[in-house]
Nanobody, 123 residues
Framework: QVQLVESGGGLVQAGGSLRLSCAAS????????MGWFRQAPGKEREFVAF???????YRARSVTGRFTISRDNANDSVYLQMSSLKPEDTAVYYC?????????????????WGQGTQVTISS
């Protein structure tokens, strides 16, 4: 059984930074892509970034230049470094584990999800 546990959320002022972490267990972490998604109040869950098993990354246009996704296969973890945060970044952020090695923007391509961590940006 794969488990994903996010941490690092919180309340910060606009312009600040946060680093989200996601610890994975239950399968060979390095073989699979990982992704971050977010869901703001009253909105659908949306793609933020993914990293493939090879380390290739892709980010949503709304976070390009501000967010960076990375992974540490030795520690079975994936990270989302967020900077220049804006109030519109306020959301619950979810870590997701892919069905295979290639990253995807589609939620259906992820088979396991964490419980989410709240990120709130004040103006």
């Amino acid at each position: 059984q794969v488990q994903l546990v996010e941490s690092g959320g919180g309340l910060v002022q606009a312009g600040g930074s946060l680093r989200l972490s996601c610890a994975a267990s239950g399968r060979t972490f390095s073989n699979y892509a990982m992704g971050w998604f977010r869901q703001a109040p009253g909105k659908e869950r949306e793609f933020v970034a993914f990293i493939s098993s090879s380390g290739s990354t892709y980010r949503a246009r709304s976070v390009t230049g501000r967010f960076t996704i990375s992974r540490d296969n030795a520690n079975d973890s994936v990270y989302l470094q967020m900077s220049s945060l804006k109030p519109e970044d306020t959301a619950v952020y979810y870590c997701a584990a892919g069905r295979g090695p290639y990253g995807s923007m589609r939620m259906n391509d992820y088979s396991y999800w964490g419980q989410g961590t709240q990120v709130t940006i004040s103006s």
